[in-house]
């Protein structure tokens, strides 16, 4: 594949890339606070969404200290 | 019962109406009963396509404000008898997903395709035209600007439930295409992901007698509708090897 399907790509890529900065930080806050129930997070949280040949995914990446105690009622 | 394929593009100009007369007439030449709907109000060009522009008769509005029933407005072709044709309209025409869906469910136990051509862009004309079909024929120029609009068409009909798709490529320069300043067709399906169901080399205009002729690639397109055997053109192959390298060479120097 050429330089122009690279370009080609790109331009769709970009054209699905809906989230904007704000959009982003404002999930991030909210799933670290969230996951900071369960985790004693140590870094900050990162969000990434990832296009592929079967198209996008989501990725998460923080780091963890350890994982909290937490119950589970039955 | 019938398929209800929608023809469409998202970019204006790639060949819709030309496609959608030309898959209708493979089909019918193969004994298929095809309805061709023209849901491109306004700026509706089927009729010119099938050589039926002078026939007067009803039209889309027409039933819809209750002048006629849908059988009253289909116009018989000619010259193929299992090919018709439900016009739409010169004038600019608001028609909703609802209305033009049941208009088609009338006419969908008497034929085995009823093919829609849908109006360019993606507005209201183009939702109603997909929302009263089940599967897709995204026809797209080997060009950026037709390929992002088709993405955008294809992204809107996943949207609304339509997933059997696959792109028509019109318009390829097999010569463009070997020297690599044109998308070949494996790229433009990878880039918008679909399967393509036929290659129309760039050799199409009205033929004098104001009607079309399926060409080998459209013949190959139809029968994969068809479910036949699957053929798609390759407009690539005269260009290849040595004497594809002199045709190519001839070109260029004329």
New interface residues.
């Given amino acids: 594949?050429?330089r122009?399907?690279q370009?080609?790509?790109e331009?769709?890529q970009a054209?699905?890339a809906v989230l904007d900065d704000e959009s982003k930080a404002v999930i991030e806050r909210d799933l670290e606070k969230k996951l900071s129930e369960y985790f004693e997070l140590s870094g900050g949280l990162r969000l990434e969404i990832v296009s592929g040949?079967e198209g996008c995914a989501l990725a998460i990446t923080c780091k963890v200290e350890r994982v909290k105690r937490f119950r589970i009622l039955p | 019962m019938a398929r209800k394929i929608v023809i469409t593009s998202g970019k204006g100009g790639v060949g819709k109406s030309t496609m959608t007369a030309l898959i209708g007439i493979a089909l019918a030449k193969k004994g298929e009963r095809v309805a061709l709907v023209d849901a491109d109000f306004g700026l509706n060009n089927l009729d010119l396509y099938l050589g039926l522009e002078g026939c007067d008769g009803y039209a889309i509005p027409d039933v819809l404000a209750g002048k006629c029933r849908v059988r009253q407005a289909l116009l018989r072709h000619p010259k193929y008898p299992t090919l018709w044709l439900l016009k739409g309209d010169k004038d600019s025409f608001p028609i909703n997903a609802q209305t033009l869906k049941g208009l088609i469910m009338q006419m969908e136990g008497e034929f085995d395709y009823l093919l829609i051509d849908s109006p360019a862009g993606v507005g209201e004309g183009f939702l109603a035209a997909v929302s009263a079909a089940d599967e897709g024929v995204v026809v797209v120029a080997p060009q950026l600007s037709s390929v992002r609009d088709a993405d955008k068409a294809i992204q809107r009909m996943k949207g609304l439930g339509i997933h059997t798709l696959s792109l028509l490529i019109n318009g390829s320069h097999g010569d463009l295409v070997v020297e690599g300043e044109e998308f070949s067709p494996k790229e433009i399906a990878k880039l918008l992901k679909l399967p393509v169901l036929g290659v129309v080399p760039h050799i199409y205009g009205l033929s004098c007698e104001g009607e079309l002729t399926p060409h080998i690639a459209v013949r190959y397109a139809a029968e994969i509708l068809r479910g036949g055997k699957r053929r798609v053109y390759d407009p690539t192959k005269r260009y290849s090897g040595f004497w594809g390298s002199i045709r190519r060479g001839l070109k260029r120097s004329l």
């Fill in positions: 594949m050429g122009m399907f370009r080609a790509y331009v769709l054209d699905k040949e």
